[in-house]
């Protein structure tokens, strides 16, 4: 039997999905299961894209220019206008969601041992992206304590060697929700120029942003063009996750030239979904005002449902749909595991992410759940309860 | 500057589009250019895919399961049962197009400088997918002479080394349309049993078999469960190339359950492709039976007019909708760059893919184009035509 490849064996299962089995038991027993482990939205999809997928009337379902339609390219540049984005068409490659755009510009940019730098926790699957290009994550810690703010320049640049080509983060962050300012692009900026180091982006969550406060794109930096590598998607903004859009930016001619190269072995990305994707750039401003009071209102029951139990902590994030929790519990994983096969408070448990598997420095986040708001606030009030419930009788509770 | 990837710089561009900008400058002297060189047909998706598209009733366009949705795989199931394939659902992980397959596949199963042999020509993307995954790709030679079969048993025994950990091939073949028989898929069964490789096949082409000949699975094969890994797509199949769903197969238990990791690295295939694809699934044989009528007529006229130029040759080959031609030429690449650039007859010129770029050992090709027969039989004349005056006048013609 021929064998499985290294990388096959080092690639980590899904954090948010390995508990998926003890779920199903659980709604097996007849229990309700609040599913606070994923980000999948249940916010409708914006209206103009299921138009557009309905009214599809092309006789041919051909392959679109492997760098996306040229109608949808130009689309997007409007949009990124809107936001103070200014890019030409051919500085975009519209990909297979966020996911196949992270795979390709690390691809394009880095060799295998190459190292980036990633402040953690951060998003699990840069783990399977970075494995699948034989690139090595150095993660430096962030901390709960000031709402996983970017850690200082110091520690960057304690982990910088010759094998460090490029710093990744996601703004607003997936898992932590943190936003970050200005201020702090400007550090990665001057870091990344003195180090000449890539800058990957992540802004797929650019309109998640609450309390008044602007999200400060990586793309409006000056000086920095042949540097910065955005990935994004149009997953989250229209609550689209299926439809598997999203793309990758640059204006380093060379990157974009190489990622095309990549765009074309794989043909292109999905016709179906550039239609309805650019269908919905036209979404009107009242469909994120009316979803982001939602989000805001669901941040707000969440926070303060955890700061209310005894021992319990949680930042207030100001962006995506995620918080960072800290319990008084010392095995993430086993508490996450138990409240599917041994807890229900009214019939009913909840379904969180062990934070560990956003961390890559070993004993980290056993202390810590990553919960996705997604459900609506009165849901989210009845997973709270069982929160709070499970924590006066979980067995492991710490204090 | 950040410099790129070894990676980047390796891979090559897509040869069936690095002359666009030369079709479209003929186009902008007014020219009709007829495109052989690509394999998007011109066949109309079947109608129950559009419908199933049209129908999408879905509010919240979602995440599907990584390995696709229950139903669709259910539904695959009895598609591969008719073409007397029996698998189950755990079998199958959908993916996004045959393209994603083959690069989960090649990470999932080789190390970076592991080696496949591969019988050249060969599908050009296969070197893309090589480079990503750090695989080395050793080809061997088919001939024109026997409409390109499998090379014998003794070609791949010389190049079989440590290193050699896998066989791939493409049956019906792109580009040369070859359709391997079962006696030469008993050769690969007996080669990757002997040397404990997989066998990797890529049947996309499955349903285009000519003058009678039925198509012979490798999921046909007994005793070969761990080392087969089938690739496939519904691209050609419904003529769908544009909804990018395509499947990895396999019975090998750890080989599923560590693609099934790089599947949850990238989320899902697309959603509404994957309704598109389930629907098509119930398409009945007359569409089928009609679209094979129309390739059939096809292939001959363009196989007829190929042998009919002094000093051309042109296999008939029994299956996928491609032929490799010799022509009385020294450097395709010229060749097919010159009809576009220099070339007219009655204002119309002829867009071929030079044969080089579907060959790995250097000089190869040279004297060799693909044509893809995707367009209808009085285009294909026409096209031909372009070609038989093109040949009298070429400066390059070596006959």
Chains 1, 2 share one sequence.
């Not at 510009?105 to 980036?116: K, V």
């Not at 402040?119 to 962030?142: D, K, L, M, Q, T």
């Not at 590598?229 to 903004?237: A, E, G, H, T, W």
């Not at 794989?266 to 550039?274: H, K, T, V, Y």
Request: aromatic share 10%; glycine share 6%.
């Amino acid at each position: 039997m021929p064998s499985i490849s290294q990388k096959g064996l080092h690639m980590p299962a899904s954090p948010i999905r390995k508990l998926v089995p003890y779920s199903e038991e659980a709604k097996k027993k007849g229990r309700k299961v609040y599913h606070l482990n994923i980000g999948q939205p249940d916010i409708p999809t914006t209206e103009l894209a299921l138009q557009a997928i309905r009214n599809f009337d092309q006789k041919v379902i051909e392959y679109s220019h492997s760098a996306g339609t040229i109608s949808y390219r130009k689309k997007l540049t409007e949009y990124y206008k809107k936001h103070n984005i200014h890019i030409t068409l051919e500085q975009i490659i519209v990909c297979t969601g966020g996911s196949e755009a992270i795979l390709i510009g690390l691809q394009t940019c880095l060799d295998p041992g190459d190292q980036i730098i990633i402040p953690e926790p951060y998003y699990a699957n840069y783990n399977g992206f970075s494995i699948s290009a034989g690139v090595e994550v150095i993660p430096i810690p962030s901390f709960i304590e000031n709402g996983f703010a970017l850690p200082p320049i110091s520690e960057f640049e304690k982990v910088i060697t010759p094998k460090t080509k490029g710093i990744m983060v996601c703004n607003p962050n997936n898992p932590t929700g943190y936003l970050y300012s200005k201020e702090e692009i400007l550090v990665l900026k001057d870091l990344a120029l003195k180090y000449d180091l890539y800058l990957f982006v992540d802004e797929v969550y650019r309109e998640f942003c609450y309390d008044g406060k602007k999200h400060f794109s990586v793309m409006e930096l000056d000086g920095l063009d042949e540097n910065i590598i955005l990935f994004d998607s149009v997953s989250k903004r229209y609550s689209a996750c299926g439809i598997r859009i999203g793309c990758l930016i640059s204006k380093n001619k060379a990157v974009m030239a190489t990622a095309l190269k990549f765009a074309q072995a794989r043909l292109s990305p999905p016709s179906i979904g550039q239609v309805a994707a650019e269908a919905a750039v036209d979404t009107p401003d009242s469909y994120f005002e009316e979803v982001l009071k939602e989000y805001h209102a669901r941040r707000d029951v969440v926070v303060f449902a955890i700061n209310k139990i005894p021992g319990a902590f949680c930042p207030v994030p100001s962006g995506a749909f995620y918080v960072v929790a800290r319990l008084p519990i010392s095995d993430s994983d086993h508490f996450c595991q138990w409240l599917l096969e041994d807890f229900q408070y009214n019939n009913e448990t909840v379904m969180c992410a062990p934070a560990t598997g956003f961390y890559s420095i070993p004993g980290k986040g056993k202390d810590e759940i990553r919960i996705s708001y997604v459900l609506k606030v009165e849901d989210l009030r009845n997973a709270m309860k069982c929160l709070e419930e499970a924590l006066k009788v979980y067995p492991g509770r710490t204090l």
